[in-house]
């Protein structure tokens, strides 16, 4: 089996399901994925597993996997969860992190104050995260975020996509995390980036609404 394979077909299905091309409930067969993908059943077998432990698909009758329907209240429960988690990290990066981090993530917030391209904002908010996560220096509390990440990340990119208005906002967010984390000021830290992640799961709330309609 191709890892790299499988991680590719676990990213275009994730990308669909975020995106609202594979609706809840959509069947998500092996053999056909297989063909659609031009590779054996193993690696797509591997994504759909990995598609489960995200929480993005589950099993039905004959244990066939189906895009799984995301509820309002498991939504809130796991973005609270992550909240905490990165809220932590965040507070000890403010005090944690080189000088040589804290021109970075400042580099990062200047990078995408210019960048008005959703996906590419999608990836260097990634970046953002990612910087103040390895700057708290907590290899247990990265691993726990690294698995919430795992049934997070795609939907935080959604926010990006299907709401205009949330670049601006997660921008200035941004701003005020990475002026609290130069400021090591950790209890600010921690606020603020309990408050953003508590943001993106409010507009993707409304954009799962709005899909229902």
Request: proline content about 3%.
């Amino acid at each position: 089996m191709s890892i790299r394979t499988a991680e590719n077909i676990f990213e275009t299905l994730v990308d669909g399901i975020v995106a609202g091309r594979m609706p809840p409930g959509e069947p998500l067969v092996e053999k056909a994925l297989a063909e659609q993908f031009g590779v054996s059943r193993t690696p797509v077998r591997e994504a759909l597993h990995r598609l489960e432990q995200a929480r993005l698909a589950e099993r039905g009758a004959r244990r066939a996997f189906f895009v799984r329907q995301m509820a309002p209240d498991d939504l809130a429960e796991l973005f609270e969860a992550a909240g905490e988690v990165e809220s932590g990290l965040a507070a000890l990066a403010a005090n944690r992190m080189s000088e040589i981090e804290r021109r970075k993530l400042e580099a990062i917030l200047a990078e995408g104050d210019a960048c008005d391209d959703p996906e590419a904002y999608g990836a260097i908010n990634a970046r953002f995260h990612d910087t103040i996560k390895s700057g708290a220096r907590n290899a247990i509390l990265a691993a726990t975020l690294d698995e919430l990440n795992l049934r997070t990340l795609a939907w935080r990119a959604a926010n990006f996509h299907e709401d205009a208005s949330r670049l601006e906002t997660s921008r200035a967010e941004h701003r005020g995390i990475t002026e609290a984390i130069l400021a090591q000021d950790a209890e600010t830290t921690r606020r603020l980036m309990r408050s953003h992640v508590a943001s993106s799961c409010i507009v993707l709330t409304d954009i799962l609404a709005r899909r229902a309609e």
